[in-house]
Structure formats: C-alpha cells, structure tokens
C-alpha cells in the first residue's frame, strides 16, 4: 500500500510556481522520498528525490520538513507541457515504488 | 538516466491468446521491474526480475498468467497468458540505475484484449 497522501487535484498559472505537497507521516528513517509524474498514459518520468536534505535539479526542488513526515515539490516556472499526474512515493528497502492515486496537475494558461 | 524500449507498443488480441512483451535497456542492469496500469487507475508491481533468478511475483500474481524471463541484463519479456478483456492495460517496465537506484520507466505498451 502506498505510504503517502496527495491532494486529488490541484490547478496552477502558466508560468507561476507550482507546490504540490505530500504527507509521510510514518516514512522510516532510511526510506526516501521520490517524485514523479506522468503525461497522458507515458511511462512515468523520474522527477527528483531525496532523503532529509532539500535537493534541486533542472526539473524541480524537493523541500522536506525536519521531521520527515511532509515534503512538497516545487515546479519553479510551471508550462502547459507540466500538465502530469505527480506521484509521491516512499520507496522502502528493497526498492519497490508503491504507486498511490497522486495529485492531477493542471496548469491553465 | 536509462533508455528503455518495450514492444509492441499496442497491441489488440483475442481472450484465451497470449501476448509477450519485451522490454529491452540500453545498458546493464541488475533489477528489472514490470507494472500494470488499468484504465484510469495507477501504477501496480507484478513482479521483480532479477538476471539469474526466477522472478518474485507481487500479491494477487502469478507465474501461470505472467510467465517472466531474464536471459541477460538487459533484456526481459512479460507474457499476459490466457488473456481476458480484465487484462487491457498498459503494462511497463521499468530499471534501477545510479548511485541510489533510481527507477527509470519505459513507455509501455497499451494491451486491448476483445
């Protein structure tokens, strides 16, 4: 079973930043914390991940809370092209994604 | 990042035949995963495929209707076995790569059973 809550939906501005949020609460102390999206019935598409420590790439930053049991995404500069379902998922150690219903993005010019 | 191929890319069959997919990476790997994603809902593990072994097979699966191979490390198939109209799905697969195994995904092949 999937280990975290997202919002259903959510709406943003072309162009503004998008965060989306993601619970954890009961996330152990060596699990981490990946995102990832989907267009349209692709394969899902790695975004970011990380364990305590807020990481940035090209694609997005990951800001997780100092307890560990939230973290939120950000899309710095949201396109239509980030219109995507986005997948929170705590992966446990023996490397399996549990995949939950994720949070649908709709970004709106 | 990894390049991953799968085919076919769809395919519609008639129930009772059987479908085996292929999923082929661009460079070695040690864990292979393969998922099914129904019409409108996420993505679910079938099984685990590791080169050398038989693959571990998710609650609710089974070797009889998923039959996996894993010749090398960069190749695997899914058959969809017997197959019924519940079995039209997208089924992926998907690699670990990097320092701390990152999953990365193919793009799937769309399976309509009539």
Redesign the interface.
Known sequence: DAKTTQPPSMDCAEGRAANLPCNHSTISGNE?V?WYRQIH??????II?GLKNNETNEMASLIITEDRKSSTLILPHATLRDTAVY?CIVRDND????????TTVTVRA | ?AV?SQKPSRDICQRGTSLTIQCQVDSQVT?M?WYR?QPGQ????IA?ANQGSEATYESGFVIDKFPISRPNLTFSTLTVSNMSPEDSS?Y?C?V?RGP?????????T?LTVL
């Open positions: 981490y990946y019935s692709q394969g899902p598409q790695y991940h997948y490397y399996k994604l549990s995949f939950g219903a994720g | 990042s991953i864990m995963f994603q996420s993505l679910t593990l685990t997208i992926l998907s670990d701390k195994y990152t999953q990365y995904f193919g793009p799937g769309r």
